[in-house]
């Protein structure tokens, strides 16, 4: 099952995770994030969000993954992504993971008869599913899930010329202590403990789209 979650997390596999900054673009233009005290702020801040509101949903999608469960947890992640700019980030990349997962795991008819039902498809649902379907263990998964913000977050701090990308790594090797801490403490809980902690990282995310340059695509 190992080689399952090196190949989710292989900057290859094609789910266009790296044209999203989760935020970070807007902050930096805005003059949120300036140097790497204000980038380590944001990304804690980050990294708290997604335990506090999207680890529930990976938690029962993996516990269930099944057509009826998808549709139930799709349907209220898209209610609870009011944010239009990570709503739409989180579809795309969530559309496009179930397309390469099907191809790549066909031997999972679950992941087949989930897109023929034409899903909204956020990602942190689609990805819980396929940990699921795959067999992975249920705490691997939700750690996965914070890998995902922590590299994502930093990629894009490189490409921005906030950080080098020795700085990048060393940053990512500091935090992993946080996003384990995040881990430990918010883990295995149900969607209805679901909640909004950063209200500010939607406010800056939402101002993406007015940015008069930009270079990802949230």
Not at 114 to 122: A, D, E, S
Not at 181 to 193: A, E, F, G, I, S
Request: hydrophobic residues 45%.
């Amino acid at each position: 099952m190992e080689w399952h979650t090196w190949q989710l997390v292989d900057s290859l596999y094609p789910t266009g995770g790296f044209a999203h900054s989760l935020g970070l673009e807007s902050a930096v233009q805005e003059k949120i994030v300036t140097n790497t005290t204000t980038l380590r702020q944001f990304v804690v801040s980050a990294l708290y969000q997604t335990g506090n509101l999207l680890l529930p949903f990976l938690c029962e999608a993996h516990a269930n993954p099944c057509v009826e469960n998808f549709a139930r947890l799709d349907a209220l992640a898209h209610a609870m992504t009011t944010n239009h700019v990570a709503r739409r980030a989180s579809i795309a990349q969530g559309t496009a993971l179930l397309r390469v997962a099907t191809q790549t795991y066909s031997h999972l008819p679950v992941l087949r008869a989930i897109k023929q039902t034409r899903p909204v498809g956020h990602h942190v649902v689609v990805l819980g599913t396929l940990c699921g379907a795959l067999g992975l263990d249920s705490l691997a998964s939700q750690r996965l899930l914070l890998f995902f913000t922590l590299r994502d977050i930093l990629s894009a701090a490189t490409r921005l010329n906030l950080v080098g990308p020795i700085e990048s790594a060393k940053l990512q090797m500091q935090l992993a202590e946080v996003a384990e801490t995040v881990l430990q403490t918010r883990k295995d809980r149900p969607v209805d403990d679901a909640y909004q902690s950063a209200p500010y990282l939607d406010l800056v995310q939402g101002r993406h789209d007015q940015l008069y340059t930009r270079i990802f695509n949230s």
